[in-house]
C-alpha cells in the first residue's frame, strides 16, 4: 500500500494538515486508489473501461453506472504494509426498465492484509443499452428538505476528475472526453465519479465526528453531478449520533446521491 498515492489523493482533495504515512491507517474508502485493474489498450472497450466478458459479463449492454456500494470496515488497512484484494461475481439479475433493457451485477470485494479481513465491499454496478437520441433524463428527487448539521460546497472542475481518474487508473470516458461524454452517452458535459461523491458524503461525516471509527457504510447514487455544476455534501447525526445520513445535492437541489454511516 504506496504511501505516495494516498500523499496524492491528499492533495487532490485539499484534505488539511499531512498526509497519512507509512505505518497509518488508510482513510475510509482510500482503497479505491489501490488495487488497480491493469490491462493492455487492444483489450479495453470503446468506453475506455476493460471489455466486458472478461471479468465482468458481456450482456449486450453497452452503458455502465456504479450505483452505489456498500461496505462492513473490520479493521483499517496500513498504509506500507502488503494487502491483496479477491474479486467475485456475486449476483446477475436482468430486468426490463422504463428505458429498455438493464441488468444489474454485483461485485464483491474482500480486502486482507496479513493478519486476516480488513474491509468487505458489495458493488452496485448496472448496465443499460444505448443512449437513445432526444430521451428525456429521468425525474430529479428533491434532496431532504429539513437543514443539514453538516455541509460543504463543492466546485468540481476537469482537473479534480482527471485527478481522481488517474488515481483509481479508470479510463471511463466520461470523466475526461466531454465529445464522448455528450454526443455518445447523450449527458451534457463531464461526469463527476460516483465513488467520489460516495468518498466525499463518507469524509464529511468522520470530519464532523472526531476520531470515532466507522462500522459499516452504504450510498446509493441516483442523478449525475457534472462538471460545470457545484454540488453540496450534506449530513446530520441519527440515532443519537451512533449513525450519519447523509447526501448529494445538485446545484438546483434535486438529490444526486445519499449514504448512511455506522459508527462503531
Not at 486508489?33 to 490491462?39: D, H, L, T
Not at 471489455?51 to 461496505?71: E, I
Request: glycine fraction near 10%; charge should be neutral; include cysteine.
Amino acid at each position: 500500500m504506496d504511501p505516495a498515492r494516498a500523499e496524492a489523493l491528499h492533495a487532490t482533495l485539499g484534505r488539511p494538515g499531512p498526509p497519512p504515512a507509512a505505518g497509518g491507517p488508510l482513510p475510509p474508502l482510500w482503497h479505491w486508489i489501490y488495487f488497480w485493474s491493469i490491462a493492455p489498450m487492444a483489450e479495453l472497450g470503446p468506453d475506455g473501461h476493460l471489455a466486458l466478458g472478461r471479468f465482468l459479463p458481456d450482456m449486450g449492454l453497452p452503458r455502465r453506472m456504479w450505483a452505489g456500494s456498500r461496505f462492513t470496515f473490520h479493521r483499517s488497512l496500513s498504509l506500507g504494509a502488503p494487502a491483496e484484494r479477491r474479486s467475485t461475481i456475486a449476483d446477475v439479475v436482468s430486468k426490463e426498465g422504463r428505458s429498455g433493457p438493464l441488468a444489474f451485477v454485483t461485485v464483491q470485494h474482500r480486502l486482507s492484509d496479513a493478519d486476516g479481513l480488513c474491509v468487505e465491499e458489495q458493488q452496485d454496478l448496472v448496465f443499460r443499452s444505448a443512449q437513445k437520441p432526444g430521451a428525456p433524463p429521468a425525474p430529479p428527487k428533491p434532496a431532504p428538505s429539513n437543514g443539514p448539521a453538516w455541509s460543504r460546497r463543492v466546485t468540481p472542475d476537469p482537473v479534480l476528475l482527471f485527478r481522481y481518474s488517474a488515481l483509481t487508473f479508470n479510463g471511463h470516458r466520461i470523466h475526461y472526453d466531454r465529445d464522448f461524454a455528450c454526443d455518445t452517452e447523450g449527458y451534457p458535459g463531464l461526469i463527476v465519479h460516483g465513488p467520489l461523491l460516495g468518498l466525499l458524503m463518507c469524509q464529511l461525516a468522520m470530519d464532523e465526528n472526531g476520531p470515532r471509527r466507522p462500522a459499516g457504510y452504504r450510498f446509493r447514487l441516483s442523478q449525475p453531478i457534472f462538471a460545470h455544476q457545484n454540488f453540496t455534501v450534506a449530513g446530520s447525526p441519527l440515532d443519537g449520533g451512533r449513525e450519519a445520513e447523509l447526501w448529494v445535492q445538485n446545484e438546483d437541489g434535486a438529490l444526486a446521491a445519499e449514504g448512511n454511516l455506522t459508527f462503531e
